[in-house]
């Protein structure tokens, strides 16, 4: 039986890939000091023999006893407003974490996938972004804290690939979206669905007007299983070219939800907020055959009754 460790095991998607790896007959070691990540993510995950779950904070040391063949590096806090509350540890999990866990995956000769995003990327001057673009970040905004520990952590990567040939795997990761994100964490996807279903204004940021791209958090998975078991060492963008704009957003979600006391509640624009963001994801679809496959109507539906249970609507 393949063991993966899994850092960030009780976060979105960390518990998603947590799911989908057991289900493939994996023995699943799932990390997290739940900074961010909550139990209920993984609680139906416990009485499976072959999932274990360590409360560890990975900045510190990593130790995992026996065979290790894979390494999925989710761990951090991912959404602006927490890593505005917490930019040290945002820092530490990009930088120290994943250098004890590039340590692990040469001393174990396990095979380590990075989660690296868009955010790299910055407020990018080239539109959509290829994976050669080398981004527009400002190093000491207030994004600077996530974007520039992510960059930092593919260059330790990539230095290890080739220093002590580690074998790696780096995905950027777009927008993603689905259950199990926590209505608090500041995005403006789950911030529209707890507003809506509560009948409370959406906060819009500046006109609303800036876009992104939303891809449905099993297409994301699928897409890192195949990274994983590929072969090509450097970064790959995944997520959904299906390009929107904020305002778009939040009115697809008035109508789906149907709330008629919801309204447009708006709300300066964020320091650096990057005005569009879409991936080009070419290189998956000519290395993987990988692209997303729900369109954004059905896994907004499949959102929404999540969001609907979690805050008893
Ligand atoms: N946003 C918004 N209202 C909110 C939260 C976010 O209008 O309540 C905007 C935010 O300024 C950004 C976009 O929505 O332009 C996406 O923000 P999110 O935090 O979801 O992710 P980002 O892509 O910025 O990391």
Request: with cysteine.
């Amino acid at each position: 039986m393949k063991r993966v460790l899994i850092t960030g095991a009780a976060g979105f998607i960390g518990s998603h890939l947590c799911d989908r790896f057991l289900k493939e007959g994996y023995h699943v070691i799932g990390m997290d000091n739940l900074l961010t990540g909550s139990m209920k993510n993984i609680e139906h995950l416990f009485p499976d023999p072959h999932f274990e779950f360590h409360h560890h904070d990975i900045t510190t040391y990593v130790h995992v006893s026996g065979d290790l063949d894979y390494i999925l590096h989710f761990a951090s806090p991912a959404s602006p407003i927490d890593y505005l509350k917490m930019p040290i540890q945002t820092l530490k999990v990009g930088s120290l974490g994943t250098h004890h866990l590039l340590g692990l995956a040469k001393a174990k000769k396990s095979r380590i996938l990075i989660a690296s995003t868009s955010e790299v990327y910055g407020d990018p001057l080239i539109h959509p972004q290829v994976e050669e673009y080398w981004g527009n970040v400002n190093p000491i905004g207030p994004r600077g804290v996530y974007d520039e520990a992510k960059r930092f952590m593919e260059a330790i990567t990539m230095a290890y690939h080739r220093y002590h040939n580690v074998e790696v795997r780096i995905i950027r990761i777009f927008n993603t979206y689905g259950p199990r994100m926590r209505t608090e964490d500041g995005r403006a996807l789950p911030a529209f669905m707890a507003q809506a279903l509560r009948g409370e204004g959406l906060t819009v940021y500046g006109d609303g007007s800036q876009t992104r791209s939303f891809c449905y958090v099993n297409d994301l998975v699928e897409g890192i299983y195949r990274l994983l078991h590929g072969d090509y060492s450097l970064p790959v963008n995944m997520g959904n070219p299906d390009e929107i704009s904020i305002m778009q957003l939040a009115q697809e979600i008035m109508e789906l939800v149907g709330n008629k006391d919801s309204f447009i509640d708006y709300r300066p624009l964020p320091v650096d907020d990057p005005k569009v963001r879409q991936p080009d994801i070419s290189l998956a679809k000519k290395l993987f055959g990988w692209e997303p496959k729900v369109p954004r109507h059905e896994g907004l539906v499949h959102t929404l009754e999540y969001f609907k249970k979690e805050l008893g609507k």
